[in-house]
T-cell receptor, first 115, second 112 residues
Framework: AQSVTQLDSQVPVFEEAPVELRCNYS??????LFWYVQYPNQGLQLLLK??????LVESINGFEAEFNKSQTSFHLRKPSVHISDTAEYFC?????????????FGTGTQLKVEL | DSGVTQTPKHLITATGQRVTLRCSPR?????VYWYQQSLDQGLQFLIQ???????AKGNILERFSAQQFPDLHSELNLSSLELGDSALYFC???????????FGQGTRLTVV
């Protein structure tokens, strides 16, 4: 069965500093990978995705993630964070089995950006 | 706005009662997913439908059931409610398997 591990439950960082949120997954088949962001009292928003092709994917607001098959990782990075990046970030993995598409989420990482 | 609509936004009910949560997917999306988010369990996948058929099942209790109707909207029915069922319930939709899911704003259920 697929699973996702986000080792860091909270990551405090100062504004304009770089950040990396770690995500590891396990699966017996090929996967699709996603990062979602959740702001307080809101639903989850898709941040970026890896379906195929280039292993480095980028979002419009400066985040990037790299799919590493050998290490089964999909870490999220940003070279310089802003106060507005404070939110909870969820890594998710999807397998396609028998036409189903179960999207499994990690436990989330709370990113807190401080001045 | 993701295009996924969930109603109601908030729901307060007593233990033992039954409630129905409704979800309208984005236009053109055939897959609907239901998730439960609570502080102690995190984001748990409940069930997925694709074009009216159940396609994947997660940690959904027997007291819970769902369906997707011909117009593709979905309902999640929760019965014999317990205090521990208090949570945020999210619906998400996607075009189909292997594509990203778009989430609604959620229904906050409080069981008292």
């Amino acid at each position: 069965a697929q699973s996702v591990t986000q080792l860091d439950s909270q990551v405090p960082v100062f504004e304009e500093a770089p950040v990396e949120l770690r995500c590891n997954y396990s699966s017996s088949v090929s996967v699709y990978l996603f990062w979602y962001v959740q702001y307080p009292n809101q639903g989850l928003q898709l941040l970026l995705k890896y379906l195929s092709g280039s292993t480095l994917v980028e979002s419009i607001n400066g985040f990037e993630a790299e799919f590493n098959k050998s290490q089964t990782s999909f870490h999220l990075r940003k070279p310089s964070v802003h106060i507005s990046d404070t939110a909870e970030y969820f890594c998710a993995v999807s397998e396609v089995r028998g036409g189903g598409n179960k999207l499994t989420f990690g436990t989330g990482t709370q990113l807190k950006v401080e001045l | 706005d993701s295009g996924v609509t969930q109603t109601p936004k908030h729901l307060i009910t007593a233990t033992g009662q039954r409630v129905t949560l409704r979800c309208s997917p984005r236009s053109g999306d055939l897959s609907v997913y239901w998730y439960q988010q609570s502080l102690d369990q995190g984001l748990q996948f409940l069930i997925q439908y694709y074009n009216g058929e159940e396609r994947a099942k997660g940690n959904i209790l027997e007291r819970f059931s769902a369906q997707q109707f011909p117009d593709l909207h979905s309902e999640l029915n929760l019965s014999s409610l317990e205090l521990g069922d208090s949570a945020l319930y999210f619906c998400a939709s996607s075009v189909g398997p292997g594509t990203e899911a778009f989430f609604g704003q959620g229904t906050r259920l409080t069981v008292v």
